[in-house]
């Protein structure tokens, strides 16, 4: 577990209130620059470790797993090969025990939640199509049957699934809802005359789609539909239904096609399934939150439609979990072959006349990858933290009804941002390899094809930070409802900061606004921590009041009016949210770094922490500026000091990606197999050679200069 | 041609100075919504013409050929097959001539190089791989034989070349050196005992690499290689080299390698090359700007070997330009296939209990598209004119060394935008369709793999752009170089504001900076197109001059602290460099306003316009702010101001992407014919028949509630 008390502040580091203040616009002595001895060293071991996390010895037990090439992507199959290649790679999971990690001890399993998605989350650098593909059969078709069914469900169909013996799809989303589940149009319709369901496709519309495993390998599927007796809907419910037989045909009255390729994922065959009054076994309902008795009788220990939904889809969170952890490793795999490129990779000469520049050396392609190098060490301590809070909940330690609601909402904020910044790394990155980037020997063009689906799948970006924007409402008016709008500046936290995890809702200052805005005035000290936690913090806050102040009169208004209102919200909604999820981050890394013992990984941390909390502020500069929060002159002192952080971080830039721990076998990334250094060296030593031989070419403008002009 | 005379201002068109100054901030009415017959209708015809520009005739020939199938891309053929396919369909190109406008009348071309360069660009929506094999073969390969060789060289080589007889590669780019081409190391040694020029590739770094043509295809290259002879390097020179025999072997002393898969165009056959002690005849070398007699002396007509070296490299620029206007049409693409979608596709009910909202009518969806959409009219206006210049320089009308280098700056600044633009536009594009988005058959994750490399080859956008810098960086210290600080704020125009295009280099402001300053000050008129011109050229000036400024001591130091000098400023160059791409597309989008004569498209484009030049001041607006251009409080009525002119245009967002002219066979994208909307209707009408009929279930939830709850 990661320890989330504060630990002793070492005697360099900031302590709130006693930090002496410093102007960062005032130059504190000469930039520490590559191998300067005076500068701090990263101790690789132990700041390796602190990224791998809480599980880390198992995430090194499965990058050995990674590293066996019968589990990687081959580049350039057929979609039909690499479909049967990541079967068969699923049977090699299946087989040694890697993905039974979440199931119930007496099936064999280890009911370990946290662990297994920590191993999960590996096999993104094998192949991410293998990675989805245990997702879709483990962490969804295997999941739904875990945690919406019961007893009886799990002893009947896990041991097959954990096998593999069958294989199945999650038939949730439709062709025509998609992040709208409760308005699916399959049914599911009860029948006490025979005991059954009958499953039913209605419409076109309500087809299944985007099925991983319905193409070709499922043999059931768990089938959500609106649930249907005696008359009464009671809304979406799960269903186990078999669709195929043992020759691989449809069973009768199910069809469906093939999704065919798709722009990544292609090891995954995807696909449609519709239902001609399909009848299953009254058993066959998954009823651990909702049954039917033989009668017909419905019947919940959750008495509210709408609760017993959202509980329902709750259960089914690890999805996000994972993509927000494999969504941030694709970015440390991008960033660790990008910068070790641009460490060796020479271009132009500026400085000299002969020795080109390690590209990395260029103030813009510094600004290019280190901030996301710090987004990426921001979102790996926060995926920690948030894979604790999960195996809390799922593990029964911490699971109340507020702990899987803030799970909840923590999977919506983290999800969207880490998912969306693998995608612009890994684009960087690609870029930042010029030609080679493209070469998909080089891995980044293939990742990024795969990983474009990880914005929209598991609930769109835009529609969970939506989600999050929602709940941050609900408690600011849960605390204002009849409130004036003087008393924001009044409100001051309930929690410490430092339990900033327990409860995920809406953030509170330290201080109130009125300390906070002559805090942020007084002389510059954005590097002391608690200057941008006000500065982050304050923004949520306003930002969220402000909605909140211009949604009051929605209450009194038609429902379409109110409609009409909330939409012309909905964009600073959304990025309201963001901003909140952009503070959990830097809550998760300012943890980290204060847990950090090691005195010069502590202080690139430090630094590296400032590069993305300060890099924030720069993003939303305007709104500083603009709500008063900083002078011109202060905003400005940002950009400068950012610019100096970055150069203070850029000796330690290779160190900081070797920390993520990939070998070559997980990058397997030509361009930094060291043949780019081997190029040069023979290059420049031709030239050596050249010109020690006294046979080498005047070069016209020389020659043309004369000996003595 | 684009009339660029200004049109008299119609009497509800802005004048500068006349214009009634209106408070952006204060409600006007009602904002204009869909089917409001008071609002402005779109005259489709009027507005289509606009679009396609200069070459409208030409385009719309080009569309009949794109609209063929068999020119068109199948997803997911193999690479093999893939490759087959578009050098089959490079045949079809050659026989109908679509390739030959650019080269010699005597030849059988019509020595037409702009509207080559238009149909050029409309093979991007039949194949992007198509479209690039086309230009290596006629836009680069070709083009280096007709640009950089003479009479002869073209009589010989041309016509083989024209008719695909002879294939062939663009040999420039090495392994070990691609932006610096300067400094690439493929030596071509003159040998005057045999009157041959021996090329050479004296180590591994030295490969010619990624070129088109190169692993299959190729019989001969233009080899770009540093010309030596007598025992003077003199540069960079380009020659004919035969490099496959007729069985499709390398010729003695050759040898290449395949360079497989990549991140897109895999229709396109890649490859490295490299050559031991080649001999070629000294004819072959292309001479046209410099020449060895038969005993080996050098001439050429240009004296500076620097000067000479960015001539021959300017009449390649044709790439550049092609890929500004190819980037510019996937991005129309994608845009017609989301807004198309977005105005179908619906999603949760959030006014009305029964009907689900368009999903375009979300804010959040329109704040993603719409400002896109805005960016992408500018683009395309300003390509033509870009097309334009170039068409003057080589067809001669206007072809001195200042237009010249005026076009290079134009292509360096706009092709960066333009591709940077069609990555993110596709990208926005797919996730705004959602999963339907991810599948390969709706075209918008293939295009946007394929456009991936457009981002770095022709010149890497980052370099481009320093390269646009460092021109309004001399631009400005030739005015500028003893001057002291305050001569900025005296700088008053030298050019009007619509001959902007005849000079690209840095812009300067209609009023001195004293006066803008006050006049942004003054009550908004964000909408008055002075206004958005000073915010935009402003910013521009004052960056460059500050950095001119910060580098200003560089001219006294040691080369390496110069250069660490001029380091410390790229990022901020780079930016100042984009200021001015923005300019220059915002200039033209308001050219084309102004020559705009239909009263509603008039309207609507100016919103348009507004859209782009008040979201290019929102983007920075921390920058205005900190400089005190704009006042918090002005600062936040752009924000809503835009939301307002977002509001105003999403009636008019269909037709905004029909009037770009594509029709369904060169969107291809089955969420755009007309399924989704079939689907709906299908449900909404069983729906509709389950409710009349009284069987339809009633809702738990209702049940609950009882009839009088």
Chains 1, 2 share one sequence.
């Not at 890697?98 to 939640?113: K, M, Q, Y």
């Not at 799970?407 to 693998?422: D, G, N, Q």
């Not at 200057?531 to 982050?536: D, G, S, T």
């Amino acid at each position: 577990m990661v320890d989330t008390t504060r630990l002793p502040a070492p005697h360099n580091a900031e302590r709130p209130g006693t930090t002496p203040v410093i102007d960062p616009s005032v130059d504190t002595g000469p930039i520490k620059v590559a191998g300067d001895p005076t500068g701090p060293t990263i101790d690789l071991e132990s700041l390796g470790r602190q990224l791998l996390g809480t599980w880390a010895d198992l995430r090194v037990a499965a990058r050995e797993l990674t590293a066996r090439p019968e589990l990687q992507r081959i580049e350039g199959l057929s979609m039909a090969e690499h479909r049967t290649r990541v079967f068969e790679q699923l049977h090699l999971l299946a087989d040694n025990g890697h993905v039974h990690r979440a199931f119930p001890t007496h099936l064999g399993g280890e009911n370990d939640h946290g662990g297994n998605i920590a191993g999960f989350e590996e096999l993104v650098t094998a192949d991410p199509s293998l990675q989805i593909k245990a997702g879709v059969q483990w962490g969804l078709f295997g999941a739904a049957v875990l945690h919406l069914g019961t007893r009886p469900h799990h002893d009947a169909f896990l041991p097959d699934i954990m096998n593999l013996t069958v294989p199945g799809a999650f038939a949730m989303t439709e062709i025509g809802h998609g992040s709208d589940v409760a308005s699916i149009g399959t049914t599911a319709t009860y029948d006490p005359a025979t005991e059954e369901f009958v499953i039913h496709t209605p419409f076109r519309a309500a087809w299944k789609d985007y099925l991983g495993n319905a193409a070709n390998d499922g043999v059931a599927a768990v089938v959500f539909a609106q649930l249907i007796t005696e008359g009464v809907n009671h809304g979406v419910h799960a269903f186990y239904v078999p669709i195929r037989d043992e020759t691989g045909a449809f069973l009768p009255g199910i069809g469906g096609e093939d999704d065919g390729l798709k722009g990544g994922l292609n090891g995954i065959d995807n696909g449609r399934l519709h239902f001609d009054q399909v009848r299953i076994p009254r058993a066959n309902l998954l009823n651990r939150y909702g049954d039917v008795a033989a009668d017909g009788t419905y019947s919940s220990p959750i008495a509210s439609p709408g609760r017993r939904f959202f509980t329902m889809l709750g259960t089914l969170v690890q999805g996000r979990v994972s993509l927000d952890g494999a969504a941030t490793q694709a970015s440390a795999v991008a960033l660790t072959i990008a910068i070790t490129y641009g460490s060796q990779r020479r271009q132009f000469t500026a400085a000299s006349d002969t020795d080109e520049e390690v590209i990395l050396d260029y103030q813009r392609h510094q600004r290019r990858l280190l901030p996301r190098l710090a987004t990426t060490y921001a979102q790996t301590f926060a995926h920690d933290e948030f894979l604790v809070k999960f195996d809390e909940v799922f593990s029964g330690k911490a699971d109340t009804d507020d702990d899987r609601q803030d799970l909840e909402t923590l999977a919506a904020a983290l999800k969207p941002l880490s998912t969306w910044h693998a995608l612009d790394t890994l684009q960087e990155a690609r870029e930042a390899c010029g030609g080679a980037g493209f070469m998909a020997e080089n891995r980044l063009t293939s990742l990024r094809a795969d990983l474009d689906v990880y914005a929209t799948f598991e609930g769109d970006n835009n529609v969970l930070l939506q989600l999050v924007a929602k709940r941050l409402l609900t408690d600011y008016s849960r605390k204002f409802a009849t409130a004036d709008a003087g008393a924001l500046a009044r409100y001051v936290v309930k929690q410490a900061a430092d339990r900033a995890y327990h409860g995920t809702g809406l953030r509170r200052l330290t201080q109130t606004v009125a300390d906070f805005g002559s805090t942020a005035r007084s002389v510059g000290a954005f590097r002391e921590t608690n200057v941008q936690r006000e500065l982050l913090t304050d923004r949520v806050e306003t930002m969220i009041a402000d909605i909140a102040t211009a949604l009051r009169p929605a209450q009194r208004l038609p429902k379409a009016e109110a409609a009409a209102l909330f939409n012309s919200q909905q964009n600073e909604l959304i990025e309201a949210a963001r901003a909140h999820a952009e503070l959990l981050q830097w809550e998760s890394f300012t943890r980290a770094v204060e847990s950090t013992t090691h005195a010069g990984n502590k202080q690139v941390l430090t630094w590296l922490r400032d590069l993305f909390g300060l890099g924030l502020v720069e993003k939303r500069l305007a709104w500083y500026l603009v709500h008063g929060r900083l002078s011109a002159q202060r905003a400005q002192a940002i950009s400068s000091y950012i610019d100096r952080l970055i150069a203070r971080i850029r000796p330690h830039a290779v160190d900081l990606v070797d920390a993520f721990g990939y070998s070559q076998a997980h990058l397997r990334a030509p361009i930094v197999s060291g043949i780019e250094k081997e190029r040069q060296d023979e290059a420049r030593a031709y030239y050596r050679a050249l010109r020690e031989s006294g046979t080498a070419p005047a070069m016209e403008k020389t020659v043309k200069a004369g000996p003595k002009q």
